[in-house]
């Protein structure tokens, strides 16, 4: 008979003994040997009905083709801007794919953007030489103007916006700041200066506690304490499988700028 030893969200290390039997099945970052199922690196348990996998706790963000990031004009080449992406590897912003203007040959690009600016931009292709093309062009991508910019684990990012942009919604009605959280662990925060400090702290917040059940109630009560407000919080993201998709419309109100 298949036994199960951990819980949901339960942190597990490298060779630690997940399930015994044939009833369960291993997925990310979780092995077969012989009857068991074992973890192959330190991370958080997520049981999807019979399926074991384990999200690490930390690690650097790898592009993949349709996410949406933050990234920062690091340089301004021929061909467009070379950006970085909080990541071993670099990408490139075409210029046809930096703005909707005609662009003619041997324009000055510095009048679109300018080296150390921020944006929101789509990973559009991954080549197997890890060769980044990214996009600037579309709904909710554009330069970002003012606030500030932090980061955070990129593994935490799905809690940080939560199931349906649940958590990432209530961060903004406390504080009525702007918040583009980019699956690469850049967040820009764009508000009064004391209420972009509770967004801070609460995203820490996040970070430290997002293995602990009943992080949505924490993070309501610590909102309405350091705010002063009564939150109303619509859904909740505990009890939910790991979200690992970007709710675009859900994560950036500040289109248009």
Same mark, same amino acid.
């Given at each position: 008979?298949?036994?199960?030893?951990?819980?949901?969200?339960?942190?597990?290390?490298?060779?630690?003994?997940?399930?015994?039997?044939?009833?369960?099945?291993?997925?990310?970052?979780?092995?077969?040997?012989?009857?068991?199922? #074992?973890?192959?690196?330190?991370?958080?348990? @997520?049981?999807?009905? +019979? *399926?074991? /996998?384990? &999200?690490?706790?930390? %690690?650097?963000?790898?592009?993949?083709?349709?996410?949406?990031?933050?990234?920062?004009?690091?340089?301004?080449?021929?061909?467009?801007?070379?950006?970085?992406?909080?990541?071993?590897?670099?990408?490139?912003?075409?210029?046809?794919?930096?703005?909707?203007?005609?662009?003619?040959?041997?324009?000055?690009?510095?009048?679109?953007?300018?080296?150390?600016?921020?944006?929101?931009?789509?990973?559009?292709?991954?080549?197997?030489?890890?060769?980044?093309?990214?996009?600037?062009?579309?709904?909710?991508?554009?330069? #970002?103007?003012?606030?500030?910019?932090?980061? @955070?684990?990129?593994? +935490? *990012?799905? /809690?940080? &916006?939560?199931?349906? %942009?649940?958590?990432?919604?209530?961060?903004?009605?406390?504080?009525?700041?702007?918040?583009?959280?980019?699956?690469?662990?850049?967040?820009?925060?764009?508000?009064?200066?004391?209420?972009?400090?509770?967004?801070?702290?609460?995203?820490?917040?996040?970070?430290?506690?997002?293995?602990?059940?009943?992080?949505?109630?924490?993070?309501?009560?610590?909102?309405?304490?350091?705010?002063?407000?009564?939150?109303?919080?619509?859904?909740?993201?505990?009890?939910?499988?790991?979200?690992?998709?970007?709710?675009?419309?859900?994560?950036?109100?500040?289109?248009?700028?």
């Amino acid at each position: 008979m298949s036994e199960l030893l951990i819980k949901e969200k339960e942190v597990v290390v490298p060779g630690q003994i997940l399930a015994n039997g044939m009833e369960y099945l291993p997925s990310h970052g979780t092995y077969r040997k012989d009857e068991l199922i #074992l973890a192959n690196r330190v991370g958080s348990v @997520v049981i999807d009905g +019979k *399926v074991l /996998r384990t &999200i690490p706790l930390a %690690g650097r963000y790898l592009p993949k083709r349709n996410d949406i990031v933050v990234g920062r004009i690091m340089d301004i080449i021929s061909m467009g801007w070379r950006v970085e992406l909080n990541s071993p590897y670099t990408g490139l912003v075409p210029v046809r794919d930096g703005t909707f203007e005609f662009v003619p040959k041997g324009a000055d690009l510095s009048r679109y953007y300018e080296i150390g600016e921020y944006f929101v931009g789509k990973i559009t292709n991954v080549s197997g030489q890890n060769l980044i093309d990214v996009s600037i062009k579309g709904q909710g991508l554009h330069k #970002l103007r003012g606030g500030r910019i932090i980061t @955070v684990n990129t593994t +935490k *990012v799905p /809690r940080i &916006i939560g199931k349906k %942009g649940s958590m990432v919604s209530m961060l903004k009605q406390a504080t009525d700041c702007k918040i583009t959280v980019g699956q690469n662990g850049w967040v820009w925060i764009s508000g009064e200066p004391a209420m972009e400090n509770i967004v801070v702290e609460a995203m820490e917040k996040i970070e430290k506690e997002s293995h602990i059940s009943g992080l949505t109630d924490r993070i309501k009560t610590f909102l309405e304490e350091k705010s002063g407000r009564t939150l109303e919080v619509k859904s909740k993201d505990d009890n939910s499988k790991e979200n690992t998709s970007f709710d675009e419309k859900s994560n950036d109100d500040s289109q248009g700028e």
